[in-house]
């Protein structure tokens, strides 16, 4: 009963629920220019999940940690002591036993984390530089090699993206509140301090390079709560600071310590190829994978994306205006650039991690806002220059020349790598299996032995000769490293291997290029009869079985 001695109305919950509808309605109408775009880029994405096969680290991902594993505990358990953390896995598994692990099953899970990313990116342009760069912006994102490559890929990068993303907006929020204010109660119990809290550390919890992009981000509290404190207030808000960014790594350790110290225990440089001075990440990591290498064009357009945000700090230092783009101009250089510099300056002083572009695409948004701003400012100038302002209305230069330029502009700059990418030759490992199938198939008296190259000691071939259904099985594994007279599996293997009729090697990931010692051991010993490269050096050799 309420105060009064009545029931409440039975309407309240309807009422409360239309009210609610009706919040939803006014925000999709407000952003339905963005929405269709994220819609169009999920459906996008979509298509092109079921066209290719999973590849190597896809297979991990899929077979090894949620396939295979029958609980949450199993998968907890196949993630201890590798580079990755756990969170992506523990909710690919309840995604697989729901959905299944079908190619466009699980890469839809990582479409929905891009399409959320994408979402948050746009409400933190839109809030810091207005709607009309925030959907430039989005864009750019949706059509680069970055959102089209890892958001229909079944590894955790789409959530690495998500969370910067995410964290990047609370954090904008979390600054705005507490800025003024940065009490005890304002920098740990504020909603947005909640948020920011859980979204970092499911970030730390998703991947460990997101280390750097929060450090990069905590210097950024640092630096706005140095020079808007003064006195012994100063002091006191640091040590708020400090103890706030240490609760998401601290929970990190508490919880998932002992697997950290076991990957790192193990040491040795694992550089996809060691840059060759602090500068190189930004270029070859950020820039180059989604605008192309010698883009000249992209570099001009990204100097006159920094040109524009050094003008938005000019106008809030001499005018004391834009105060509020300075700051998302600010926090959108420490996004991009300050995070990956952190990043140089760690891997390559310990020398002893895992260094590729895969690893800084919480990077890749922000770039995009240079872009956008970029873009704005050139076509904004080029018709102020040739007097189209002056010829007719600001809304018809828009309609007119503005975002059709800026559309081809877009395209010409973020979709040849993304072109490279999609129309790229790559063994589908679906169709290998099948052809060697048919073939085994046909000649159901004769035996196979088969070889795996692979670079690692366990087979991911097998997943594809147990999903279709086969009767195929690896037999035996050769890794890179026994790719010498030294370490050959053949004469171990002997017994096994007079009881064939046929020996198969099979490459489905290594190419024979880097096996070129075993073919040639091969060779010495057992007669080819035949090789089926469904790619360029991508399929597999099948030798007549016999003693020398």
């Known amino acids: 009963m309420n105060k009064a001695g009545s029931y409440p109305s039975t309407n309240a919950m309807p009422s409360r629920l239309i ?16 929405l269709a775009i994220i819609a169009m880029a999920f459906a996008m994405r979509l298509y092109l999940s079921g066209q290719r096969s999973y590849w190597l680290d896809e297979v991990y991902s899929v077979y090894i940690h949620a396939v295979q594993p029958q609980s949450i505990f199993e998968v907890l358990d196949s993630m201890w002591g590798i580079i990755h953390p756990p969170l992506y896995q523990l909710t690919l598994f309840p995604w697989v036993q729901m959905f299944g692990h079908g190619e466009l099953a699980t890469r839809t899970l990582s479409n929905v984390y891009m399409a959320i990313g994408t979402f948050f990116l746009y409400l933190f342009a839109l809030r810091g530089f207005g709607r009309g760069l925030a959907i430039t912006t989005i864009i750019l994102f949706s059509l680069s090699i970055t959102a089209v490559h890892y958001g229909h890929e079944t590894r955790s990068y789409a959530m690495v993206v998500m ?34 809290i859980a979204v970092n550390t499911a970030a730390l919890f998703t991947h460990y390079y997101l280390a750097f992009f929060i450090a990069a981000q905590g210097i950024f509290f640092f630096i706005a709560l140095f020079l808007f404190y003064r006195g012994w207030k100063r002091p006191l808000s640091i040590i708020r600071l400090a103890l706030f960014g240490a609760i998401p790594p601290s929970i990190l350790v508490a919880l998932w310590g002992g697997s950290i110290v076991q990957r ?9 190829r060691e840059p060759q001075s602090i500068l190189e990440p930004w270029s070859r990591y950020l820039v180059e994978p989604n605008l192309g290498r010698d883009n000249i064009v992209g570099w001009i357009v990204i ?206 990931h290594q190419t024979t290029n880097r096996f070129r010692n075993t073919i040639r051991e091969m060779n010495r010993r057992f007669e080819e009869d035949h090789r089926v490269m469904l790619t360029r050096n991508r399929g597999y050799i099948i030798y007549r079985a016999r003693s020398e």
Request: charged letters at 20%.
């Open 163 to 196: 969370w910067a993303c995410i964290s990047s907006y609370v954090a904008a929020i979390y600054l705005r509140d507490s800025l003024s204010k940065f009490t005890w109660k304002a920098a740990f119990l504020s909603p947005s301090a909640a948020a920011l």
């Open 303 to 508: 100097g006159l994306g920094l040109a524009a945000i050094f003008f938005i700090f000019w106008l809030a230092y001499r005018r004391q205006r834009a105060i509020k783009e300075a700051v998302f101009a600010a926090h959108t250089l420490v996004w991009a650039a300050l995070s990956i510099g952190i990043a140089a300056l760690v891997i390559l002083g310990v020398s002893a991690d895992a260094f590729g572009e895969r690893y800084f695409l919480f990077a890749v948004p922000p770039l995009m806002i240079v872009l956008a701003l970029g873009l704005h400012s050139a076509i904004g100038g080029a018709s102020t220059l040739i007097g189209y302002t002056n010829a007719v209305p600001g809304s018809a230069i828009k309609t007119l020349i503005f975002y059709p330029v800026l559309a081809l502009a877009a395209l010409s700059l973020v979709m040849p790598p993304t072109h490279r990418n999609l129309t790229s030759e790559r063994l589908d490992w679906r169709q290998l299996v099948e052809v060697l199938d048919r073939q085994v198939s046909s000649q159901p008296d004769r035996r196979y032995f088969i070889y795996e190259t692979n670079s690692r000691g366990y087979s991911t071939i097998e997943y594809y000769f147990r999903r279709q259904n086969t009767n195929l099985r690896t037999d035996r594994i050769i890794t890179r490293g026994q790719n010498n007279r030294e370490r050959f599996p053949f004469d171990r293997d002997s017994s096994e291997l007079a009881d064939a009729d046929y020996v198969v090697l099979l490459f489905h």
């Open 19 to 34: 009210v609610t509808a009706d919040k939803l309605n006014r925000f999709a109408r407000r952003h339905s220019v963005a």
């Open 264 to 272: 790192y225990e193990r040491g040795g440089r694992t550089f996809d």
